[in-house]
């Protein structure tokens, strides 16, 4: 079992929508929750991340944490063509020397 | 500010070859990390330099190696290429490293033939 899970998509949704992007994990040493947003040919860019579990929202993005499922989402509002791209969920320890581990990423696909 | 900056963009390279590449990371950041890219694994950690110095490493083969500059670039080196290694290797840093505030680099494209 890896330590992220993602579900692998991909997802087309019509323009308007309200997306859920999840992840389940079963480190339980995972302190640090991110979301990440990769375009065709592009790094990775970090969306938006949250310590330990609850909520937080950035405009038309919110994300949730539930330490006790092991498990995070992402939700996106009122989606736009310019948000079709690749989301992987990432996760690291606390600690200097921690590495982020990621699920494999899906991707979105709004239509206009 | 300048972003990370990755070179080369992309690369084609032969089965049993070896191969460099460079990452400058955003000035004042002195945590660079490097991560392997492919459609099937996903993002895996390959290894952290902070300082100079490795301080984490991911489960990969001794092939893959890596150091660190004194002005904070990076190099990683994968020698006898296998056809395998065929990924999208990208560079982030950070201040301090430990996974958070990273800016990535837009990776170099290897292909090995």
């Known amino acids: 079992q890896k330590e992220v899970e993602q579900d692998p998509g991909p997802l087309s949704v019509p323009e308007g929508a309200i997306v859920s992007l999840n992840c389940t994990y079963s480190?339980?040493?995972?302190?640090?929750f991110m979301w990440y947003r990769q375009y065709s040919r592009k790094g990775p860019e970090l969306l938006m991340y949250t310590y330990s579990s609850g909520n937080k929202e950035d405009g038309r993005f919110t994300a949730q944490v539930d330490k006790s499922s092991k498990y995070i989402s992402l939700f996106i509002r009122d989606s736009q063509p310019s948000d079709s791209a690749t989301y992987l969920c990432a996760m690291s320890e606390a600690g200097a020397n921690s590495k982020l581990t990621f699920g494999k990423g899906i991707t979105l696909s709004v239509r206009p | 500010k300048a972003g990370v900056t990755q070179t080369p963009r992309y690369l084609i390279k032969t089965r049993g070859q070896q191969v460099t590449l460079s990452c400058s990371p955003i000035?004042?950041?002195?945590?660079v990390s490097w991560y392997q890219q492919t459609p099937g694994q996903g993002l895996q950690f390959l290894f952290e330099y902070f300082s100079e110095t490795q301080r984490n490493k991911g489960n990969f083969p001794g092939r893959f190696s890596g150091r660190q500059f004194s002005n904070s670039r990076s190099e990683m080196n994968v020698s006898t290429l296998e056809l395998g290694d065929s990924a999208l290797y990208l560079c982030?840093?950070?201040?301090?490293?430990?996974?958070?505030?990273?800016?990535f680099g837009s990776g170099t494209r290897l292909t090995v033939v």
């Open positions: 480190n339980s040493a995972f302190q640090y």
């Open positions: 000035s004042g950041h002195r945590s």
């Open positions: 982030a840093s950070s201040t301090t490293g430990g996974g958070l505030g990273y800016t």
